[in-house]
C-alpha cells in the first residue's frame, strides 16, 4: 500500500476495516493533496461578549482537537477498544445522539464499545472549527459498511480541553436520505484517458459532484472547489469504468448453471442453481465492480434479471445494469424451469408477435434473438422471415435488436434485420465487405466475445482455472464451484481431445483474423465476455477477454475505447456513461500501471467510483482462503 501524507487540516482519512484482518487504504494515499478542504487552521469567531463564556480560540486548539480526531477515527478502524474509549470524556455529560435520539453519560458507551466494528468505515472531507478557547467543532461524512449494508452520513463531534488533555464531549451520527449523492471529490495529478480515443492528459483533474463528472481535464483548466475533496493520484492513470456489453446473470459461472453442456442435475440440481441466482445476484455485482466494471449489459436470462436494474441504477456498490429478459430462439430449447422462461420458442409467426410484444411491454431493455444455424434451406427461411419480423417490431418500438449468430450468413441477416449488436464473433469464415458494408450502413456494434469458448474447453479437459481470472474478485461460493472442475468424473478420450483442441485453436484464428478486419473497417467493438458460462465466471473474466483482443492484435487505445464508449453505445447508453467527459456519470477507476502500454495494467486497479463514489480495490475483494 502506498504511504500517503498528511497535512495540517487531514484533507482525507481512509479507513477500510476487514473481518479478521484490519487493512488501511487512504483513497489516494495514494495520499492527500496539498489544499485544505476546510477554513485555515487558527480562523477564529469574534470575541464573544459574555464574560462567563471561554476565550478566543487559539490554533493549537485546532491542531490538538484534530489530532484526537484522527485518533478517535484511527481506533475504529484498528478495533481497539482502549484507545477508541480514551478519547471520550469521562463523565456523566458526555452526550451522544442519532436517529434514536439523545443518550447521556460515559457508562453507557463503556458497556457497548467494541461490541460491533464497522466491516468499513471511509471517513472523508474532515474539517474542524475552533469555537472559543479550548472548545472546538469538527465534523465528516462518512461510509459504513456493516453486515453487507452501505450507509453514507455525516458524524459530528465537540472536543473539549480538558485537565487530562482533549476529549470527545459530544458525538453525532447520522444517516443521510436515500439516493443522496455522494459529497463532491476531485481526483489530483494522474494522467487521464478519457474514453474517446483522445491523446492521454497528464498531470489531470477529474472532479466530481452528485455523482457526475463536472471537469475533466488539465489542471489548470479544473478549478476544484473548496467543497471538493481532493485525492491526489500522481503517478497513476484514470479512464471510465469497463464496460462488460455481453452478460447474464441467470447462470452460474460453471456447469452447474449450463447443464446442456455438461449435466449435473444429479448432484447440482439445475432449480437450486437458479434459486440461488435469484436470491442472491449481489455477490455477482461486487465481483464485477472489483474488476473494475462499473456497467453490464445482460443480454438474455429469466424475467427477473429485469427486476435488477433498479437497484442497480440507485445504488453505487453495483454495476449498472440494462437487462434484454428473456431470449427469443430459433430452437425450442429446454433449459428453462417449470413456472418460467429463459428462451421463448419462435415456432410460428403468433408465437413471434407474442413473445415480443411480451418482452417490449415489460419493458425490456431489448430484444434478443438466439439465432441458430440450421441445414435445412425451409427451416432456415423460416428461421429468417421470424428474425426480420422481431426486428421490425423492436424497431416500431425503438427498443435495440440483439442477435447471437456465428456465421457469416446468419451475421448478415442479423444486420439486415436491424440487428444493433452482434454479441459472438463470425467464426465459421471470414468476414467479406458485403457484410462490412452492411454492418457500417445499419451502425451494428460487434462484440467479439473471444474467451467464452476457453471455458467450455477447460470444462471438457476437467481445468479449473487458476489464479489469471483474479480470485479475490470470484465470491466463495463460485470459487469452490469453480475449484470442482478437476474432479468432475468422465475422462474424455486422448484423441478426440487433441482434436477438439485442435478445433478450438482453428476456431479462436479465425475469430481473431475477423476481428482484425471488421475493427479495421471501421465497425464499432464492444468489449464483452459472456459471463455466466462455464468457467467465463462474472467480474474478472474481462480482464482475460480484453487481453484477448490485444493478442488479436487491437492496441491497448482501441480495447479501453471498445471497453468504455463502445461498451456504452451497445447498451445504448453512449450519452450517460462510458466517457470522462463532463455531464457524463462519474464511473471510472484508476489504475497503478499503464495501460496504453500493455491492456494487462487494467488488473493493477487501485480505485474504482461508481456515481462518484470512491471504492478501493482492497474493500471489494473477497476474503482469500
Known sequence: MMGGRLVAGLLLLWLLVSPGSAQEAEVGGLGSADRPDTTAVGDTLPPPQDPEFPGPPTPADSLEALELFRENLRSIHQRDRGAYLSTYLQSPQLLRSGPQGLTRGYEGLARSAGESWPD?????????????????????????????????????????????????????????????????FALVGGTLVDGTGAPPVPDATVIMEDGQIVCSGPGEE??????????????????????????????????????????????????????????????????????????????????????LREQAWATPRTPRIAAAGPLLSTRDHWLNLPGERQFLHMRDRDAVRESTEYLLT????????????????????????????????????????????????????????????????????????????????????????????????????????????????????????????????G??????????????????????????????????????????????????????????????????????VAATA?????????????????GMAADLVVVDQNPLEDISALRSLRLIVRGGEIFTRDELSFPQD
Not at 156 to 182: C, K, N, Q, V
Not at 502 to 515: P, T
Request: charged share 20%; proline share 7%; hydrophobic share 40%.
Open 491 to 560: 475422462e474424455m478420450a486422448a484423441d478426440e481431445r487433441e482434436a477438439r483442441a485442435e478445433a478450438h485453436a482453428e476456431r479462436r484464428i479465425q475469430m481473431a483474423r475477423n476481428l482484425r478486419r471488421i475493427h479495421a473497417a471501421g465497425i464499432p467493438v464492444a468489449v464483452g465476455t459472456d459471463a455466466g458460462n462455464p468457467l467465463t465466471p462474472h467480474g474478472p473474466s474481462i480482464f482475460a477477454e480484453m487481453e484477448a483482443m490485444q493478442e488479436a492484435g487491437l492496441s491497448p487505445m482501441e480495447i479501453l
Open 120 to 184: 468499513t468505515l471511509v471517513a472523508t472531507h474532515l474539517q474542524v472549527t475552533p469555537l472559543a478557547s479550548g472548545i472546538v467543532h469538527g465534523s465528516y461524512q462518512y461510509r459504513v459498511l456493516q453486515d453487507g449494508r452501505s450507509t453514507r452520513g455525516v458524524s459530528e463531534r465537540i472536543f473539549l480541553h480538558t485537565p487530562d488533555g482533549w476529549r470527545i464531549a459530544a458525538t453525532s451520527a447520522f444517516p443521510s436520505p436515500p439516493g443522496t449523492p455522494p459529497p463532491s
Open 222 to 307: 479544473c478549478a476544484v472547489p473548496h467543497e471538493a475533496h481532493m485525492v491526489d493520484v500522481s503517478g497513476h492513470w484514470i479512464i471510465p469504468g469497463l464496460v462488460d456489453a455481453h452478460v447474464h446473470f441467470s447462470q452460474t459461472g460453471w456447469a452447474d448453471g449450463r447443464p446442456d453442456a455438461l449435466d449435473l442435475r444429479v448432484e447440482h440440481p439445475y432449480s437450486e442453481a437458479v434459486t440461488r441466482l435469484r436470491h442472491n445476484p449481489t455477490r455477482f455485482f461486487q465481483s464485477y465492480l472489483c474488476a473494475g466494471v462499473t456497467s453490464v449489459f445482460d443480454v438474455g436470462g429469466y424475467p427477473w434479471t429485469w427486476e
Open 566 to 582: 463502445n461498451g456504452a453505445r451497445a447498451m445504448d447508453r453512449a450519452e450517460v456513461f462510458g466517457t470522462l467527459l463532463p
Open 362 to 489: 415489460s419493458g425490456t431493455d431489448a430484444v434478443k434473438v438466439w439465432y441458430l444455424p440450421v441445414a435445412d434451406s425451409a427451416e432456415a427461411g423460416r428461421q429468417r422471415e421470424y428474425l426480420e419480423l422481431a426486428g421490425a417490431w423492436a424497431r416500431g418500438a425503438r427498443v435495440p435488436l440483439i442477435v447471437h449468430a456465428t456465421t457469416l450468413e446468419g451475421a448478415r441477416e442479423a444486420v439486415r434485420a436491424g440487428a444493433h449488436l452482434l454479441v459472438h464473433s463470425v467464426e465459421d469464415r471470414e468476414v467479406d465487405d458485403e457484410f462490412l458494408e452492411l454492418a457500417r450502413r445499419a451502425g451494428t456494434t460487434y462484440t467479439p466475445t473471444l474467451t467464452v469458448y476457453d471455458g467450455y474447453h477447460r470444462l471438457q479437459r476437467r481445468e479449473a482455472p487458476g489464479d489469471e481470472l483474479e480470485n479475490r474478485c470470484i465470491d466463495p461460493l463460485t470459487r469452490g464451484l469453480l475449484e470442482q472442475t478437476a474432479e468432475i468424473p
